[in-house]
């Protein structure tokens, strides 16, 4: 939105860029509470996952607090993968060539859909729920708030998508495509940091 | 869109209030924001009123505790969500973009969403008291465990926040953006007004504290409402742990709530005392400065947790005082050999200058761990945070509505009244909380519905209650001042006070535009420089402002 720019020229970052990073810059704090509560319960807790707190009625419930690596495994390639199809979108617009542009744009919505998909089955399978200690509770709260995340990235491609099928989008004038991949990219870091601490370090 | 210079007639077909509804209008919104927060302030302070009466003798039954703890709980939850932190966004709405010679703020619709969410926010706040168990009582830090616990009233509250959190975060952005991308021709960072760079400061810690602040939120409503156990040792979790996120946020939001205050304050001050701000730059750095480390001293509302470092969080809280303390010498070599006058801006201003000198004193005094020890939870704290957020923040709140009350409604306040209003205020303020000082020495305890009137104790509180309640008379003649200047027709040249930023160099009140024409910038004082000729001015060219095509 430009309808009210600046009075003078300036170089650099467009005014919508510029704002797009500072509200990334503050998503950063959000995880960044929400990873340091994590990191508290971790270090309080003797043993990882906590499984001396598991009450009596949890274990007869069959609660317990494992986590499988496989699917995750899966997620994390395709959200990987959907970063790099984003900036070739990107990419390409530059070049001009907008029927690549739209390809790769939707290749990506479509791998941040399917990695919607498995973090939810991923949830109807887990053998804990939010409420089985502060185990579960950071486990689905971070990986949550991240899905939600992935969820609004989704829906923010999904307009520029629409935008571009519209016949917006080109060399030029290709703002929209260019936050919406900064944005995917700072999705796709926050689930780098949350599967290397919640997944893979022991 | 890029290439319409034309005003927006449209608008001015449609009715007045849904003008208003629908605007986009940094001025517009500015105003609805002060409007609102005004209206939070006479809320906030029957609220406090309410404690007061309570607690003007020992043994009160005036109220139950329960109800009490609603009342202070509501109260301080007010005053700072719903009052300070969105009255300094109706003061930056207004006059950043006039100061820096900018036609909006960068981001107009972003700018009417902070506005909205503020206002539902409230309501929803508020809405606690209709349902089961009452509002909020756990105080407005809400900790652990006593905030798992509470009913509905408690949600409601925690959901309020998280919204009055994102109007913050991305009202910050847009503030920010605005001052880095918006600045008119010439104006480079240093010739930035000072209220300005206030702003910018309170944007930065706003934009990276207030998510923190929601993280904690999210925390505290899933341990209520989904069975967490973040804060509950039980389940593994650490009822400290709210502390810690809570005061990551809530200790630079102290920050976030006075130093648009000392913006305000730096602007009055060379007005009325006719000579430019002492150490402009030293101003800007000291500002920076306290951004920047008040991201380092939450934990020192947690000496007496035993869970943190005291030698570290004691240490940087006396740091802090440092740049605070510079900014109190430029004042003051501001004033020294000035042509002051008395005018009710400047009395504000120096009634901020001199009691929140008092507020900061007293808060160094608590930094030292062993003091802290024996003050922490006690009304010496009340009395702290009251001469830092009433005599600090309050002053400065009405020091700006009564310097720039005539560039928003064309209109001067009657400069007697403004007098008695000042006054009354100042001895009302001092009876209110210097008592409180003497209580908490002497271990009386905050946040408690009754007291056994013990060591003058009910001497002490009768005379806060009275001091209260003056308060609350002196804003009469402030009403009677607002309601005789509407009744008045708007009188008032552009720049009334012979000030010196820009936004004294549009009419009064502003066109929607809000330039027609721009002086020369060559200095933090533009219109100093184009009264004395130093410079000229010129016509904005109409598109212009929108020449980004």
Redesign the interface.
């Known amino acids: ?10 170089q650099g970052l467009s ?1 919508g860029m ?2 797009l990073i ?2 990334i ?3 950063v ?6 990873f ?2 994590y990191f ?2 971790r270090a ?2 003797p043993s990882w996952p ?1 499984e001396e ?1 598991l009450a009596p009625d949890q274990v007869s419930r069959g609660v317990r607090l494992e986590l499988e690596v496989l699917l995750p495994s899966i997620a994390t390639t395709l959200l990987v993968i959907s970063s790099v199809t984003i900036q070739l979108s990107v990419w390409q617009v530059q070049r001009g060539n907008r029927t690549a542009m739209i390809w790769w744009l939707f290749a990506s919505i479509v791998l941040g859909s399917a990695f919607l998909t498995v973090q939810l089955y991923e949830y109807s399978q887990l053998p804990f ?3 089985d ?6 486990f689905y ?1 971070l990986t949550g ?1 991240h899905g939600a995340h992935v969820a609004g990235g989704v829906i923010f491609m999904a307009v520029i998508l629409v935008r571009a099928l519209g016949g917006q989008m080109d060399s030029e004038h290709h703002e929209g495509l260019e936050a919406a991949s900064f944005y995917w990219h700072f999705v796709d870091v926050v689930w780098l940091a949350l599967f290397t601490t919640l997944y893979i370090v022991q | ?2 290439t319409i210079a034309v005003p927006h007639v449209r608008g001015q077909e449609r009715p007045a209030i849904l003008e208003w509804l629908t605007t986009v209008d940094h001025k517009k919104l500015g105003i609805m924001y002060l409007y609102t927060a005004l209206f939070f302030f006479a809320v906030g302070g029957i609220l406090a009123l309410l404690v007061r009466t309570q607690l003007a003798v020992a043994d009160s039954s005036f109220m139950s505790n329960h109800t009490y703890n609603q009342v202070f709980t509501m109260h301080a939850s007010a005053m700072l969500f719903l009052f300070i932190i969105p009255v300094w966004a109706a003061f930056g709405n207004y006059f950043v973009p006039l100061q820096i ?10 700018n009417a969403l902070s506005f909205w969410l503020f206002p539902t926010a409230g309501i929803l706040m508020f809405a606690g008291f209709l349902v089961d168990g009452g509002s909020a009582s756990a105080g407005w830090t809400a900790y652990s465990p006593l905030a798992r616990t509470l009913g509905p009233g408690m949600d409601l509250w925690i959901i309020s926040v998280i919204m009055l959190g994102v109007s913050s ?2 009202g ?3 503030f ?2 605005t001052i ?6 010439g104006m480079t960072m240093f010739r930035v007004p000072v209220f300005c760079w206030n702003i910018l400061a309170t944007s930065v810690l706003q ?10 939120l ?2 505290l409503y ?2 209520r409402n ?5 804060f ?1 040792p ?5 009822a400290v ?1 709210w502390q ?2 809570f005061w ?1 946020y809530s200790h630079p939001a102290v920050y976030i709530m006075i130093l648009p205050g000392m913006g305000i304050v730096s602007e009055v001050i060379p007005v009325f005392a006719r000579k430019p701000l002492f150490g402009y730059k030293a101003f800007v750095f000291a500002t920076l400065g306290i951004a920047g480390l008040g991201f380092s001293v939450w934990a020192h509302h947690m000496f007496t947790t035993g869970a943190v470092l005291l030698p570290f969080f004691s240490f940087m809280t006396f740091m802090i005082g440092v740049p605070t303390g510079v900014k109190i010498f430029n004042w003051l070599a501001t004033l020294w050999g000035g042509s002051i006058t008395f005018e009710p801006p400047m009395l504000f201003a120096l009634g901020f200058v001199s009691m929140f000198l008092i507020g900061g004193i007293n808060g160094t005094y608590s930094a030292a761990v062993p003091v802290d020890f024996a003050i922490h939870d006690t009304y010496f704290v009340v009395a702290h945070i009251h001469y830092v957020l009433f005599g600090g923040a309050v002053f400065a709140v009405f020091a700006g509505i009564y310097y720039w009350f005539p560039k928003i409604w064309g209109r001067r306040l009657n400069d007697k009244l403004g007098t008695i209003h000042f006054i009354l205020t100042f001895i009302g303020f001092n009876l209110a909380f210097f008592p409180m000082h003497l209580l908490g020495l002497d271990g009386m305890p905050r946040r408690i519905a009754t007291y056994a009137d013990i060591n003058h104790w009910e001497l002490l509180n009768f005379v806060s209650t009275v001091g209260a309640f003056l308060i609350g008379v002196a804003m009469i003649p402030f009403l009677i001042a607002v309601v005789a200047a509407f009744m008045r027709p708007k009188d008032q040249p552009d720049n009334p006070w012979d000030a010196n930023t820009l936004e004294w160099a549009t009419s009064s009140p502003p066109p929607p535009h809000n330039f027609d024409s721009l002086p020369e910038i060559h200095s933090e004082r533009p219109l100093f420089d184009l009264r004395h000729g130093i410079t000229t001015s010129h016509a ?1 060219q109409p598109g ?5 095509a």
Do not use: C, K, W, Y
Not at chain 1, 29 to 34: D, S, V
Not at chain 1, 133 to 138: A, D, H, R
Not at chain 2, 180 to 185: D, E, G, I
Not at chain 2, 226 to 230: E, K, L, R, V
């Open positions: 939105m430009a309808a009210h720019g600046a009075q003078v020229q300036r005014n510029l704002g500072l509200f810059a503050s998503e704090m959000f995880f960044g509470g929400l340091a509560a508290i319960a309080d807790s906590p707190l729920g939010v409420g200690t502060v185990f579960g509770t950071t709260t708030f | 869109m890029a010679g900018a036609p909006d703020m960068a981001f107009p619709r972003v975060t991305i910050a952005a847009n920010i953006v880095f991308r918006m600045r008119a021709p934009l990276l504290a207030t998510p923190v602040l929601a993280a904690a999210v925390m899933i341990d989904f069975g967490g156990s973040f509950d039980n389940g593994g979790g650490n742990l810690n996120v990551f904005v212009a402002a929108e020449g980004r």
